[in-house]
C-alpha cells in the first residue's frame, strides 16, 4: 500500500495497530505513526514499525494483547472501494462491488488461518503429495443484517467449508444504540471455531460490538474472530480495541470521522439502503 511514513510517535499501548502488506514491506503498527498521501486526519493516531519482509514479521509475532487492523493494498481492494463510494453507482453495481470486495478482505483474512490436510492423490502423471482445506472444521460466518448479506454473498467461492448464521441488529438513529431483532446462532460453538463476523461500515463501533460479544458468550476466543468491513472509522476501531485485545479486523479503508448521526465521512452512505434499493 502506498504509505507515508512520519516522524516517530511514540503512543500507548492502548491503541489499536494497523498492519498493511505489499511486495516491498510487511507493515506492523507499534512505533511509528502510519498514513495514506496525502495523509488523513483521524481522531487518534495509531503506531507502527516496519518490517523489509513478510518473513521478517512473521520470525517476530505480534503481541496476542494489541488489535489488528488490517488494510489490504491490493489495487482491486481499491477499486471496489472506490465504486462503492460514488453516488451514481446503481443499485446493482454498489451490490456486486460489495460482494467483490468481501470475496477479496475474506481471502486475504484466511491466508494464514484456515485448518489443512495433507496426503497422496494419483494425478494424469503419478502419485502427487497435496494439501486441502479441511472439511471437518468449517468457518463460521456470521453476517449482520441486512448489508453484511452482500459483503458475505461469495463466502462460498473462498471458503470450502462454512456454517453460516445470521444476526440482525439495528441502531437506534437518535440514541445510536444497537437493537438485535433476530439471533440464529447456536447456543455454543464448537471448541476452536474459526468466526468471519461481517458488517460493511464500522462507524461507532456499537453494532460490532454487540454482535462479537454475542459471538464470545457462545465460547469462541478474541484470536478465532476475525471482523470483515468495507469501511472502518476511528471509533469503532478504538471500542473494538478497548473491548477485545487480540481481535483481527480486516477492512477496505479507514476513513477519518463519524458525523453526529453515526455516518462514517467520506464513507459510501447507507451500505443496506444502497446494495437492496430501499
Not at 193 to 208: E, H, K, Q, Y
Request: charged share 20%.
Amino acid at each position: 500500500m502506498a504509505g507515508v511514513i512520519n516522524t516517530p510517535t511514540r503512543l500507548s499501548t492502548d491503541s489499536p495497530t494497523i498492519f498493511a502488506r505489499n511486495s516491498r514491506f510487511a507493515f506492523r503498527t507499534e512505533k511509528l505513526f502510519f498514513s495514506r498521501s496525502p495523509p488523513l486526519s483521524v481522531t487518534k493516531r495509531v503506531s507502527i514499525s516496519v518490517t523489509k519482509s513478510q518473513m521478517a514479521a512473521e520470525r517476530k509475532p505480534i503481541s496476542d494483547e494489541r488489535m489488528l487492523v488490517f488494510v489490504p493494498p491490493h489495487p482491486l481492494i481499491k477499486h471496489w472501494v472506490s465504486v462503492l463510494r460514488n453516488e451514481q453507482t446503481p443499485c446493482p453495481i454498489f451490490k456486486n462491488a460489495m460482494a467483490e470486495l468481501g470475496r477479496l478482505l475474506m481471502y486475504e483474512a484466511s491466508r494464514d488461518w484456515l485448518p489443512t490436510i495433507t496426503g497422496e492423490i494419483q494425478s494424469p502423471m503419478g502419485v502427487a503429495t497435496v494439501e486441502f482445506i479441511d472439511p471437518r472444521e468449517p468457518v463460521t460466518v456470521v453476517p449482520i443484517l441486512r448489508a453484511g448479506l452482500a459483503l458475505v454473498e461469495h463466502a462460498s467461492s473462498i471458503l470450502p467449508a462454512t456454517k453460516t448464521y445470521h444476526l440482525g441488529i439495528s441502531r437506534d438513529e437518535e440514541t445510536l444504540q444497537p437493537t438485535i431483532y433476530l439471533n440464529k446462532l447456536p447456543d455454543k460453538l464448537p471448541e476452536g471455531s474459526r468466526v468471519f463476523v461481517v458488517d460493511p461500515m464500522l462507524a461507532t463501533g456499537g453494532t460490532i460490538v454487540a454482535a462479537i460479544q454475542m459471538v464470545k458468550d457462545r465460547g469462541v476466543e478474541n484470536n478465532q474472530i476475525k471482523v470483515i468491513s468495507a469501511v472502518t472509522a476511528p471509533p469503532a476501531l478504538q471500542k473494538l480495541n478497548e473491548k477485545f485485545p487480540g481481535l483481527h479486523v480486516y477492512t477496505g479503508i479507514i476513513d477519518p470521522t463519524v458525523n453526529e448521526k453515526g455516518f462514517i465521512v467520506p464513507g459510501l452512505g447507507d451500505a443496506g439502503d444502497r446494495s437492496f434499493g430501499t
